[in-house]
């Protein structure tokens, strides 16, 4: 008995050891873990215990700030490790009992991060769980940390999204892709540590083997710009600046030209350059295009006749303006010499006319507000000049590019032909018997209508002028309707061909002469026309068709008698010619008979002579 109760003793004061010994490690956990971590908000600490016959894990200390940071009371955390293992989500529960089984034999730390819905928010949280075990006897003891890793795994999260956007964004960009390289201040070593997809398309070199040696894209540099980009590599390192760049490069034969941005950040002894690479080969061509276009721009601009061009920019903080640039026709077109035009533009806004000035400061507030061509006319001095300008912007600048004409003679042009205009309306107004129009159709709806008419209208056709105007079918009215369909194909013939309209057509009671003479303006055709009120001249047209009517019954009487004389002469003359054909075989048959009787006188005469003959 005395042995069992010894044993007791002894088994009491081990148990009461190892409790001291559980004490100080405690308190050493507690001081010189839990005073480091205690000011941590999002962290706590614990200390378990496993039965290694048993196999029963439990905690036997956890942290003052445990039920804030796990939801659980530091009592039922003690009582029952259920308690905690029932928040995490099943998948990570899973995974942390295999780590804690893997981390037993051999003995081995272990960090894990498992998702845990917290009992008090019911808010899924991300924690991480550290565990150092140690063996004490038959037991493995741990101590460790928990930390509330919500907020890494959620910028993880997002950094892994932007990343994979950028890496997009690099893959798709299409002249250009992403790069990093990295320079180690200690070795001067340089190397490039990512190329996105796009970087072989551009420099023709494989990711692999860029990353594998920088060298590959300093030998496809060209020589003359290679020391440029080491230089520009060197002051970007040295003032911590951006690096920007743009050179050529030689991919297969072929020379480009590329551009390289990026921004430069330290770490520790690195200094890592984040940027893009853009093949900007179209855009030299273009700059160089674009160089002869302005050169050639620019000989224009020093050539054209009457005309001049210019530039001038307002800033839209302050509202000054100022002359840029003015070609070389500028001081014959303005008046102005360049220099003063370039040195201050108020020396321009000096020869505008006081009149027009307004109207032209408020051109260019609207031009500004609306980003909109404006076109103006004004006086200029002792000139007049037409101004085109189209604005655009260039940061905290307006720019209009502009053109100035000198329209002077124009201007006189015009002005005599206003003059020669009310000249002819006077003339227009008081044409006797007749009226100037214009009427017009639409060629897509074929609709017509009055667009001008003379001031004798009304005296002409008897129409009143507002009724015309208003509607055009009240004119159309006035025609009779076996003329109207006549009128209507004149009209469609004229604009089919485009030719002169001329007819003559009733207008009610009175007959009315139109000519008209088409053009064309965009959707229209526009008949320029007189209308002659000819209601007179068809009256004396009837009398004189009348009076050469009768002319002609009274010819044609006389005409009759004519032929009656005439029939009678022909009879006459044929009985005449009778009578002479008569006389003529009469006179052929005493010619004959005279003829016979001159051959026997002719005969008797030689008889005569030869009997005389004979006598002698």
């Known amino acids: ?8 003793e002894q088994l009491e004061e081990e148990v009461h050891q190892l409790r001291a010994q559980l004490e100080q490690v405690q308190g050493g956990v507690e001081n010189e873990v839990w005073q480091a971590l205690k000011n941590m908000p999002d962290g706590t600490v614990y200390h378990s215990v496993r039965d290694m016959k048993t196999g029963i894990l439990k905690f036997d200390y956890v942290s003052g700030n445990w039920e804030e940071q796990m939801g659980v009371s530091a009592q039922e955390s003690i009582a029952d490790i259920r308690y905690i293992f029932k928040h995490i989500v099943p998948d990570d529960l899973k995974l942390l009992l295999q780590r804690i089984e893997e981390s037993l034999n051999p003995l081995t730390n272990f960090s894990i991060e498992v998702r845990y819905i917290h009992p008090a928010t019911k808010k899924e949280r991300w924690i991480q769980i ?25 910028a993880e999260q997002e950094l892994l999204a932007e990343k994979e956007r950028l890496e997009t964004l690099g893959n798709n960009l299409p002249d250009g892709a992403l790069y990093q390289f990295i320079l180690d201040t200690q070795t001067d070593q340089i190397r490039l540590s990512y190329v996105s997809d796009k970087w072989e398309s551009i420099t023709g070199i494989s990711n692999e083997l860029t990353l ?13 710009d290679l020391p440029l980009v080491i230089q520009e590599m060197d002051r970007s390192a040295q003032t911590m600046s951006n690096f920007h760049i743009e050179f050529r490069i030689t991919v297969q034969g072929a020379t480009r030209w590329v551009q390289m941005s990026s921004h430069p950040n330290r770490r520790d002894t690195l200094i890592i350059w984040d940027g893009i690479m853009l093949d900007i ?15 050639r721009l620019q000989m ?7 005309s001049a061009l210019f530039q001038f920019s307002r800033d839209i903080r302050t509202g000054q303006m100022r002359m840029l640039y003015v070609s070389g026709t500028w001081e014959t077109v303005s008046g102005i010499p360049a220099k003063d035009a370039l040195k201050d533009m108020s020396k321009v806004f000096d020869m505008i006319d006081p009149d027009y000035l307004p109207v032209l400061i408020q051109s260019i507030e609207d031009s500004a507000r609306t980003m909109t061509n404006y076109m103006c006319e004004t006086l200029f001095g002792d000139r007049w000049v037409h101004v085109v300008a189209r604005p655009r912007r260039e940061e905290t600048l307006i720019v209009w590019d502009c053109i100035m004409t000198n329209i002077t003679e124009r201007k006189e042009a015009e002005r005599e032909l206003e003059a020669e205009k009310k000249r002819l309306q006077m003339l227009n107004d008081n044409l006797p018997n007749s009226t100037l129009v214009q009427f017009v159709r639409d060629t897509r709806t074929h609709q017509m209508r009055l667009a001008y008419v003379s001031g004798t209208w009304e005296e002409v056709t008897g129409i009143p002028v507002d009724v015309a105007k208003a509607d055009i079918t009240k004119v159309f009215a006035t025609m009779p309707a076996e003329d109207f369909p006549i009128f209507l194909q004149s009209i469609e013939e004229s604009a089919r061909t485009m030719s002169d309209h ?11 002469s139109l000519i008209g003479r088409p ?12 209308i002659t009120d000819i209601t007179e001249k068809k009256k004396k047209d009837a009398e004189l068709a009348k009076y050469h009517e009768k002319l002609e019954r009274l010819v044609q009487e006389r005409t009759d008698e004519l032929n009656a004389a005439n029939d009678e002469l022909c009879a006459v003359k044929e009985e005449l010619r009778t009578i002479i054909e008569q006389l ?15 051959e026997m006188t002719k005969q008797l005469e030689e008889k005569e002579a030869k009997l005389l003959t004979i006598l002698d």
Not at 215 to 221: E, G, P, T, W, Y
Not at 281 to 291: P, W
């Open 300 to 306: 224009l601009g020093d050539n054209l006749p009457g």
């Open 212 to 224: 594998y040696t920088i060298d590959v894209l300093f030998a496809m540099i060209h020589p003359d």
């Open 584 to 598: 003529t075989e009469k006179n052929n048959e005493l010619i004959d008979e005279m003829k016979t009787r001159m």
């Open 519 to 530: 053009r064309c303006e965009d959707t229209l055709i526009i008949w320029d026309a007189c």
């Open 1 to 8: 008995m005395d042995k069992i109760i010894k044993s007791r």
């Open 281 to 295: 080969t179209n855009r030299r061509e273009a700059g160089r295009e674009l160089e002869t276009e302005k050169n």
């Open 502 to 512: 001329k007819l003559e057509i009733r207008f009610g009671d009175r007959w009315m």
């Open 130 to 154: 550290t565990s150092y075990p140690h063996l004490e006897g038959d037991r493995i003891c741990a101590y460790g940390f928990i930390f509330n890793i919500t907020a890494r795994k959620e």
